[in-house]
Protein backbone atom coordinates (compact mmCIF):
# COMPACT_ATOMS: atom_id res chain seq x y z
CA UNK A 1 0.00 0.00 0.00
CA UNK A 2 1.58 3.61 -1.10
CA UNK A 3 1.54 5.65 1.99
CA UNK A 4 3.11 9.63 1.25
CA UNK A 5 3.34 11.76 4.57
CA UNK A 6 4.15 14.87 4.63
CA UNK A 7 5.31 16.92 7.82
CA UNK A 8 6.75 20.25 8.32
CA UNK A 9 3.95 22.68 7.86
CA UNK A 10 2.96 25.70 10.05
CA UNK A 11 3.08 29.54 10.43
CA UNK A 12 5.88 31.36 10.00
CA UNK A 13 6.50 35.47 9.65
CA UNK A 14 7.59 36.75 6.18
CA UNK A 15 10.63 36.35 5.16
CA UNK A 16 10.84 32.52 7.21
CA UNK A 17 11.82 29.39 6.47
CA UNK A 18 10.38 26.24 7.04
CA UNK A 19 11.77 22.67 5.69
CA UNK A 20 8.59 20.09 4.74
CA UNK A 21 8.97 16.45 4.68
CA UNK A 22 7.67 13.73 2.60
CA UNK A 23 7.94 10.43 4.09
CA UNK A 24 7.10 7.58 1.27
CA UNK A 25 6.15 4.15 1.59
CA UNK A 26 5.02 0.71 -0.31
CA UNK A 27 6.90 1.54 -3.93
CA UNK A 28 10.10 1.82 -5.11
CA UNK A 29 10.96 5.18 -4.30
CA UNK A 30 14.03 6.07 -5.52
CA UNK A 31 12.55 4.42 -9.57
CA UNK A 32 10.10 7.70 -8.66
CA UNK A 33 10.56 11.50 -10.01
CA UNK A 34 9.03 13.22 -6.80
CA UNK A 35 7.11 16.52 -6.53
CA UNK A 36 5.60 19.02 -4.62
CA UNK A 37 2.70 20.50 -5.57
CA UNK A 38 0.55 23.39 -3.33
CA UNK A 39 -3.22 24.76 -3.19
CA UNK A 40 -4.01 28.06 -1.89
CA UNK A 41 -7.59 28.63 -0.94
CA UNK A 42 -10.09 29.15 -4.13
CA UNK A 43 -7.21 28.03 -5.92
CA UNK A 44 -6.24 25.16 -8.88
CA UNK A 45 -3.38 22.87 -7.47
CA UNK A 46 0.00 24.19 -8.69
CA UNK A 47 3.32 22.34 -9.49
CA UNK A 48 6.01 23.89 -7.21
CA UNK A 49 9.04 22.11 -7.36
CA UNK A 50 9.86 18.22 -9.07
CA UNK A 51 12.89 16.15 -8.36
CA UNK A 52 14.11 13.20 -10.98
CA UNK A 53 14.72 9.57 -10.37
CA UNK A 54 17.81 9.72 -11.94
CA UNK A 55 21.35 9.70 -10.35
CA UNK A 56 21.58 13.08 -11.37
CA UNK A 57 18.50 14.31 -9.26
CA UNK A 58 17.69 17.21 -11.80
CA UNK A 59 15.31 19.46 -10.07
CA UNK A 60 12.51 22.11 -11.82
CA UNK A 61 10.65 24.81 -9.81
CA UNK A 62 8.10 26.73 -10.62
CA UNK A 63 9.05 30.68 -11.20
CA UNK A 64 7.21 31.53 -8.65
CA UNK A 65 9.36 30.15 -6.06
CA UNK A 66 12.41 29.70 -7.64
CA UNK A 67 15.80 30.50 -5.78
CA UNK A 68 14.12 30.34 -2.42
CA UNK A 69 12.64 26.79 -2.55
CA UNK A 70 14.96 23.86 -2.89
CA UNK A 71 14.15 19.95 -3.36
CA UNK A 72 16.08 17.36 -2.29
CA UNK A 73 15.47 13.85 -1.64
CA UNK A 74 17.16 10.76 0.79
CA UNK A 75 16.49 7.33 -1.40
CA UNK A 76 18.23 5.31 1.58
CA UNK A 77 15.04 7.17 3.97
CA UNK A 78 12.35 7.22 1.31
CA UNK A 79 11.89 11.47 1.94
CA UNK A 80 11.32 13.96 -0.65
CA UNK A 81 11.92 17.03 1.16
CA UNK A 82 11.10 20.94 0.29
CA UNK A 83 13.09 23.70 1.66
CA UNK A 84 11.13 27.19 1.77
CA UNK A 85 13.41 30.19 2.29
CA UNK A 86 11.98 34.04 2.40
CA UNK A 87 8.87 32.92 2.42
CA UNK A 88 5.76 35.37 1.20
CA UNK A 89 2.04 35.50 1.95
CA UNK A 90 1.44 34.47 -1.33
CA UNK A 91 3.32 31.16 -0.16
CA UNK A 92 0.26 30.02 2.11
CA UNK A 93 -1.20 26.88 1.07
CA UNK A 94 -1.81 23.14 1.25
CA UNK A 95 1.83 21.21 0.25
CA UNK A 96 1.13 17.93 -1.09
CA UNK A 97 3.79 15.30 -2.33
CA UNK A 98 3.32 13.29 -4.89
CA UNK A 99 4.97 10.32 -6.89
CA UNK A 100 3.60 10.96 -10.49
CA UNK A 101 1.92 7.82 -10.17
CA UNK A 102 -1.68 8.92 -8.97
CA UNK A 103 -0.45 8.89 -5.26
CA UNK A 104 -0.81 11.56 -2.96
CA UNK A 105 0.02 12.50 0.53
CA UNK A 106 -2.53 14.43 2.95
CA UNK A 107 -1.31 17.55 2.46
CA UNK A 108 0.18 19.94 5.35
CA UNK A 109 -0.63 23.21 5.90
CA UNK A 110 1.97 26.07 5.64
CA UNK A 111 0.49 29.79 6.51
CA UNK A 112 2.81 32.86 6.04
CA UNK A 113 1.93 35.70 8.09
CA UNK A 114 2.78 38.49 10.37
Known amino acids: QVQLVESGGGLVQPGGSLRLSCAASGFTFSWFAMSWYRQAPGKERELVARIANTRSSRTDYSAAVKGRFTISRDNVKNTVYLQMNSLKPEDTAVYYC??????WGQGTQVTVSS
Open 98 to 103: TNGAGD
